[in-house]
């Protein structure tokens, strides 16, 4: 990164200074940017016209983390509703599967030609959870994780230390910012900056603290950049309150927001709450608006959920023909074939995740063996025979799921129905996350007519808040 802090850069009208973190607008309108987004302004005013591949962005913004594609793309995304809030024109061109070229022609310049504000400094409408959050999501819903095989190893101690430490610089910012004066971006600021530094499984102790935030920047005001829908994300994960967050969700696409990660999450939430025609809406405004994001596993996903499973096929075929197969387009293939019955392709994409993890070649064997003796049903039954290969502990788990809830669906696999519904019944007293869709997900079909599904149903609804669900 440049070194040169006295310098700012102009480009396109618009004035950039690194020491204040501040846009300056033709209009005289000054942008407070994030860091992270600052840093990445720099990198592209460095290096104007010059293809910049993601591995380097990713490199110089987030390093020494390691972060996938999704991390980046979701910056690229924010930067640019950033830069529209000055200049219609697109700055930023994508160079598929490559990386991204700085278009505007750009000037250093003396940062003692401060510009004069015209107006009162105004937020950017950039306070998107990020990386963390995505991971967050990833973590409950097993297609959006896996970009590569890396997705699945775990971050050494200083790269989760170098990611507290911003988090806590962030949370010290907005803090300062909070002891000056009230003030809706601070609020908002500090709960993401809260939501990035915690994981998965203490969302729900911290969520009261952090509605609360997000209600206290609504209050100040109501149309505050990103409140709305980091609120939806908390009322959904953390407080695992359907109605309130239905409630949410909605208005905020209804205030018009298409953003492809907002479509993402809320066809997610809304197909858990059995929502199929606001699935539907979104994947429509998805795919005419932003089709490189619709072009996923996880499209794949949504399709399989909502009963859709030859659209689920052509999809998922399509992105494995034209694209390397990534750790989550096997996780959706193998999905797709156990429900429509292709063994083949389920055994295929399973015998893949197997290699990702720290199964021994013998192991793998005696899987390749049970297939052949008695198909997936056989396989599932030797996963549950061997936990250590479904569970977090000795090493990477196979697929998605872990827990009670890995358990639950090999049991389902396996044909033992009883057993499936003791180990979905401890990962409700649980709270795991992926238990959101447990009336949406077409695997847990076989348990639905037993007696004993009844019981499981009503402590989900009544936990979810949802006493009307059939």
Request: negative net charge.
């Amino acid at each position: 990164m440049r070194t040169n802090k006295l310098a700012n850069f102009q480009f396109a009208g618009i004035r950039y200074c690194p020491n204040t973190l501040e846009i300056c607008a033709p209009n005289g309108n000054r942008i407070a940017v994030e860091p992270r987004i600052g840093r990445m302004i720099e990198l592209f005013c460095e290096h104007p016209g010059e293809l910049l591949s993601k591995d380097r962005i990713i490199a110089a913004i987030w390093a020494p983390k390691v972060v996938s594609e999704d991390s980046l793309t979701v910056a690229i995304s924010r930067l640019r509703r950033t830069l529209k809030q000055c200049c219609e024109e697109e700055l930023i061109k994508t160079v598929a599967g490559r990386g991204y070229i700085w278009l505007p022609p750009t000037e250093i310049i003396s940062a003692n030609e401060q510009p004069k504000p015209r107006k009162p400094m105004v937020s950017a409408a950039t306070l998107f959870i990020g990386s963390v959050l995505v991971a967050l999501v990833a973590t409950t819903i097993w297609f959006i994780s896996a970009s590569a095989p890396d997705s699945i190893s775990v971050n050494t101690s200083s790269e989760t230390k170098a990611t507290l430490a911003a988090n806590d610089t962030d949370i010290a910012y907005y803090r300062q910012q909070l002891s000056d004066r009230p003030d809706a971006l601070a609020y908002v600021g500090l709960a993401r900056a809260k939501i990035n530094r915690i994981t998965v499984a203490e969302l729900p102790v911290h969520s009261e603290e952090l509605v609360a935030l997000l209600q206290r920047a609504l209050e100040l005001d109501a149309h505050v950049a990103e409140a709305q829908w980091l609120l939806a994300k908390v009322q959904f994960y953390g407080e695992w309150d359907f109605p309130s967050a239905r409630e949410t969700w909605q208005r905020e696409y209804a205030a018009g927001n298409r953003e492809p990660e907002f479509l993402l999450e809320f066809a997610e939430a809304m197909l858990a709450m059995r929502e199929f025609e606001w699935v539907q809406q979104a994947m429509a405004n998805l795919r005419q608006r932003n089709p490189e994001f619709y072009a996923t596993p996880m499209v794949a996903w949504l399709h399989i959920m909502m009963g859709e499973n030859e659209a689920a096929r052509q999809e998922i075929e399509r992105i494995i023909a034209s694209e390397p197969a990534t750790y989550g387009a096997h996780i959706s293939a193998h999905h797709i074939g156990y429900l429509t019955g292709d063994e083949n392709m389920a055994w295929q994409h399973m015998h893949s995740l197997m290699e990702l993890t720290d199964i021994t070649n013998a192991m793998l064997t005696v899987f390749a063996e049970r297939f052949a003796q008695g198909g997936m049903q056989a396989v599932h039954q030797e996963l549950l025979h061997n936990q250590q290969w479904t569970a977090f502990g000795a090493g990477n788990p196979i697929g998605h799921y872990q827990g009670s809830l890995a358990q639950a669906r090999h049991a389902v696999g396996a044909g033992y129905y009883e057993q499936a519904l003791e180990y979905i019944q401890q990962a409700l007293a649980e709270r795991d996350m992926s238990l959101l869709w447990l009336l949406a997900d077409p695997y847990y079909a076989p348990l639905h007519e037993l007696p004993e599904f009844q019981p499981v149903r009503e402590a989900f609804m009544k936990i979810t808040g949802q006493p009307f669900l059939s």
